[in-house]
């Protein structure tokens, strides 16, 4: 580890990294803007998501809720609408909390420090250092994914980064060399360093501002860093999902708050291998044994940890009145008959592959 070498560099180092940030950076939306608001939602929507997807989400968003008190104000259900096929809804979830919390708390304004951040629902340091730098010029550091693979390498970090010592050693070198000076403006390079040049499989040292500097590449190979710890095999769980439609109407469970897809609408998914193994549970779902249900198809839903295998099953009934409306059965608040033409807004991306799929099973059928 060459921490002391680099940390000894530093002012040579935020000199040249901000000179190629300037010319370099990427004209990205949330760029264009201080409003701490308006930065905190563009960071929370960043977290594991790539750039692309996040740009009309961001634009869209802010339209909708353009400061902390409408968020707040806000329905929890719409605020799921709009992050809509976004991922991650926890997001939105801690957001809209946190922006309540805001305008109880501070009157709508955020507050400027990383420490206060840090205590809002869902601000963990790497969001609390973004606002406090971006925002607020506070001499905060951050370290995301992007960062910690960029300093493991400058400094030769060889241990796993994820956690413990490594993680430590990658704080604590991000505060070492975060500048007084136009802070947000540091952190925003190394990020922008970690998303163009230092990728993870081909890092273009060659066109690197900060390359000569770099002790990994010095010693060759910076590829093979960061150190990762290794990977728990992600666990699969099997689930039947059903579709039942009336005619233009099809029944869709809403989640529970305080579980997966929290506030989410769906069509109901039962922990089962198969139909026969999902009976008694659909039961639950409101769906009676009568309903002569058909395999459909299979979908495989990868999530952090999970990988979800899904059965799709599809069934037709005459009129929506032949399944009775049933109130919530964990892991659903309530069920009801929702029209296919104009379904919730406020579904996961993984319910409207399962409606994708059963609506071309039932247009074949
Ligand atoms: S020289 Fe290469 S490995 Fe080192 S920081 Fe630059 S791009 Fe990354």
Redo the contacts with the bound molecule.
């Keep these: 580890m060459r921490v002391a070498g680099l940390v000894a560099h530093a002012d040579e180092f935020v000199r040249a990294l901000g000179a190629w940030y300037d010319a370099a950076a990427r004209p990205l939306p949330w760029r264009a803007t201080r409003d701490p608001y308006a930065v905190w939602v563009s960071e929370v929507m960043l977290q594991q998501t790539r750039v692309e997807t996040v740009v009309p989400y961001y634009g869209r968003f802010l339209a909708r809720f353009p400061t902390a008190a409408a968020l707040g104000a806000a329905p929890l259900e719409e605020v799921l609408a709009a992050w809509s096929g976004l991922g991650y809804y926890r997001r939105a979830r801690a957001l809209w909390l946190a922006a309540r919390e805001v305008c109880e708390r501070w009157r709508g304004r955020l507050p400027g420090s990383a420490a206060e951040l840090a205590t809002l629902s869902g601000v963990g340091p790497y969001t609390a250092g973004a606002v406090a730098s971006i925002a607020f010029d506070a001499q905060e550091p951050l370290v995301d994914g992007n960062v910690a ?2 300093l493991s ?2 400094a030769a970090i060889d241990e796993p980064t994820a956690a413990g010592a490594g993680r430590r050693a990658l704080w604590e070198l991000a505060r070492a060399l975060v500048p007084a000076r136009a802070p947000g403006r540091f952190n925003q390079a190394l990020m922008e ?2 998303a163009t ?3 993870p499989a081909r ?3 060659g ?5 000569s ?5 010095a010693l060759g190979s ?2 093979a ?1 960061p150190v990762a710890a290794s990977r728990r095999a992600s666990e699969r769980v099997d689930l039947v999902a059903a579709v039942a439609f009336a005619g233009a109407e099809v029944w869709l469970g809403q989640r529970a708050l305080g579980g997966l897809y929290a506030g989410l609408w769906e069509p109901p998914m039962v922990a089962a291998r198969s139909l026969r193994g999902a009976r008694s549970a659909l039961r639950g779902c409101g769906l009676p044994a009568t309903l002569r249900f058909r395999a459909c198809g299979e979908l495989e839903h990868v999530l952090t940890h999970r990988r979800l295998a899904l059965r799709v099953v599809v069934a037709r009934t005459r009129c929506a009145g032949a399944v009775a409306a049933s109130p919530g059965a964990p892991p659903y608040a309530a069920f009801a008959w929702q029209s296919r033409a104009a379904l919730p807004r406020a579904m996961s991306t993984l319910a409207r592959r399962v409606l994708a799929l059963a609506e071309t099973a039932e247009g074949a059928a």
């Design positions: 693979r960029v390498r400058l360093l970690g040049l230092c990728t890092p273009a040292c066109r690197c501002p900060v390359a500097l770099c002790a990994a590449r910076p590829e860093l």
